[in-house]
Every structure is written in structure tokens, then in C-alpha cells.
């Protein structure tokens, strides 16, 4: 894609959440309204199809070139599942399992099946079509659609601290063994991977929004007679806010370079990308903690209302914190592959392009 498609693209969000971001719609969509609308406006845009093949209603673009535009959603916290159905395609399309094409353009989600037979926080769960799910785990892993989460027996309705639909499916050994799957060795890595990178992607977004909104206040809110923005300790406070976005931001962008070269799905670029969104999803969780942290210290009461816009940003910071493996999941998981590597080798891991 080129540099003009994109930025006709980034323009095309921009004013749709222009013409559906004010806070009467949002809070409709809270209280469990599907706002229709905006839904037809974002598929009018093809995002959601776009790494899909053109005879599918697709552009072909990769995923690397569609994290900015799921990014842009993320930035203007546009209430919809444009960007976990845009994920679920796109690797749907890579492992040859697409579902029908009337579901091409319906409300779509990612998960994870674990040991305990469950999918935890199903992102739109309660109003998807259908979900791509990732069971049993390792060599032995497989892919199943799950169709209409919401009328199977063990769906239990939800909603994240950002106010969104979610769920919890409990399957039974007899209902997951009646899931239509394929084998798909270490499908579980590759779903548990992606989902992180796109969670980091609308983090990295979502810390800048945030950034944005508390200098803007900053120039603003006046007082003792100058704007707070004038005063040291609040630069201070908004320096340490932009370090962390950017540092937040590079490593999004190393994962997705790593996550674009990477051969899925190989059990070796499975660990080797591993290292890379791991490091990712862990920087933008310990991002996000201060990022929302002086985010409210700057807009003070303000920053805590309803009223003011901040909040529709932050929360999402926690829930997407959370989702597809906090920090302390992925710090872990990075901490054993760096004792795995060894003393000799560990340098040359951190410091490599």
C-alpha cells in the first residue's frame, strides 16, 4: 500500500469517527445499543475484508499494512469490531480456513480455548457471528470457528472496564469435539501472538490519543494566571508521559516487523516472534499503567467525568492491558527464553535489529 493510499485512509477514519464520536453515541453504545451506522460506515471503508483475496471482497493487504489503519480505530476508540474481525479474517485467510462468505462482513472475534475448556473475555462475543478459535495447545492445536457465541450453552455475557461486550464460553468435552476444526500445529502460539500485536498496535494508538488530549488540556486549563502546561512540574509530568509513548510505540514496531517476516506457522519463527510481541505487549502494559496514571493527574477532576473524553481512551488502556496476556504473562514467558539463551547469547538477542 502505498504512503498516499494510507494516509486517504488514516483521512477516511478521521472523518468517520468525526461524524460518530460524540459522547451521546458512545454512551448509547455502552448501554448496549449496536450502533449500526458507524458499523456500515467503517465496512463502507473495507477494512475489515482487506487482507482477504479480491474475489473475496479483499485488497490483499498484508497485515503488516493494516496494524496503522486498526491503530486509527483504536485512536478514536470507535466502539465496533472492526479490528478483531479484520484480525480474524486475516488469519483465517492465511490458514485456508475462511468461513462462508455471508460472514464476510458480520461482526467477527478471536479467542483462545484453554485447558479448562474455556474462552475468557471474548471480545464482542455477545453480539459476534461467529468467533476463530485457537484449541489444545502445542503440536497437537487446532482451529474451529464457533458460530453465534451467544446461543451456545456455556456463554455468559459480560462487558470489559472500557464498557464493551465480552463473554466467557465454558465448552464441555462433547460440545468443543463437535466444533468443525482443522489441525494446525501451535495454532494456539500463532492466535495468542497476533491478538497480543493487536492489542499493542491499539495501545500504542491509544497512549498517543491520551498524550494528545492531556497537552491539549494542559495549553487549556488555566491557572495562578498561566496555562498549567507552563509550569515545570506539569512539562515534567508530560515529558515522562511522551517518553513512554514512544518507547511504547518502537517496540510495536519491531514486533510487527518480526510478526510480518515471520513463517506461520512454523514452530521456530513461532518462538523467535514470540520475543518480540512478548517484549511488545509487555512494554505497552507497563506504558499504558503510567500513561493512564498521568493522563488523570493532568486532567485532574476533569480527566474522571463522564463528560469529558478522556475516560473512553483510558479504559480501553486497562482492558486492552489485560487482554491476550498482561505483562507479567509475557515477562515471564520472555524471562525463560532469555535463561534458555544463556549468558553468551542474551546480548546479542537484546541488541539485535
Not at 200 to 226: C, D, I, P, T, Y
Not at 285 to 294: D, L, M, N, R
Request: hydrophobic fraction near 50%; proline fraction near 4%; charged fraction near 20%.
Amino acid at each position: 500500500m502505498t504512503q498516499p493510499m494510507l494516509e486517504a485512509l488514516v483521512d477516511a477514519i478521521d472523518k468517520v469517527a468525526l461524524a460518530h464520536g460524540d459522547r451521546g453515541a458512545r454512551e448509547l453504545a455502552e448501554a448496549g445499543q449496536w450502533p449500526a451506522q458507524l458499523w456500515r460506515d467503517l465496512q463502507d471503508l473495507g477494512l475489515a475484508q482487506a487482507c482477504l483475496a479480491e474475489e473475496d471482497g479483499g485488497v490483499e493487504l498484508s497485515l503488516a499494512e493494516l496494524w496503522p489503519l486498526l491503530g486509527r480505530l483504536a485512536f478514536h476508540a470507535l466502539p465496533v469490531p472492526i479490528a478483531e474481525s479484520a484480525l480474524a479474517l486475516a488469519l483465517a485467510k492465511q490458514a485456508d480456513y475462511l468461513p462462508d462468505a455471508r460472514l464476510h462482513d458480520q461482526a467477527l472475534s478471536v479467542g483462545l480455548v484453554d485447558a479448562h475448556l474455556r474462552i475468557r473475555g471474548l471480545s464482542y462475543g455477545p453480539i459476534c457471528q461467529a468467533a476463530l478459535v485457537a484449541v489444545g495447545q502445542g503440536a497437537t492445536a487446532s482451529l474451529a470457528w464457533v458460530y453465534r457465541p451467544c446461543e451456545q450453552e456455556g456463554f455468559r455475557p459480560a462487558r470489559n472496564l472500557a464498557g464493551e461486550p465480552c463473554c466467557d464460553l465454558q465448552f464441555t468435552a462433547k460440545s468443543l469435539g463437535d466444533l468443525s476444526q482443522i489441525a494446525l500445529p501451535h495454532a494456539d502460539r500463532w492466535l495468542m501472538q497476533a491478538g497480543a500485536l493487536l492489542r499493542s498496535v491499539q495501545m500504542s494508538h491509544a497512549m498517543s490519543k491520551a498524550l494528545q488530549l492531556s497537552l491539549q488540556f494542559a495549553n487549556e486549563r488555566v491557572q495562578f494566571g498561566k496555562p498549567i502546561g507552563k509550569f515545570q512540574a506539569v512539562q515534567h509530568m508530560l515529558a515522562v508521559m511522551a517518553s513512554e509513548v514512544a518507547a511504547a510505540s518502537a517496540m510495536v514496531g519491531s514486533a510487527s516487523e518480526a510478526f510480518a517476516a515471520a513463517s506461520w506457522p512454523d514452530p521456530v519463527d513461532a518462538h523467535r516472534c514470540e520475543w518480540w510481541v512478548g517484549a511488545a505487549k509487555a512494554r505497552c502494559g507497563e506504558a499504558a499503567a503510567k500513561v493512564f496514571e498521568i493522563a488523570h493527574q493532568v486532567h485532574a477532576a476533569m480527566g474522571y467525568t463522564r463528560e469529558h473524553m478522556l475516560h473512553v481512551t483510558t479504559r480501553r488502556l486497562l482492558a486492552w492491558r489485560d487482554s491476550f496476556g498482561a505483562e507479567h504473562y509475557w515477562q515471564s514467558r520472555l524471562g525463560h527464553q532469555a535463561i534458555k539463551l544463556g549468558a553468551d547469547k542474551l546480548w546479542e538477542k537484546l541488541v539485535q535489529a
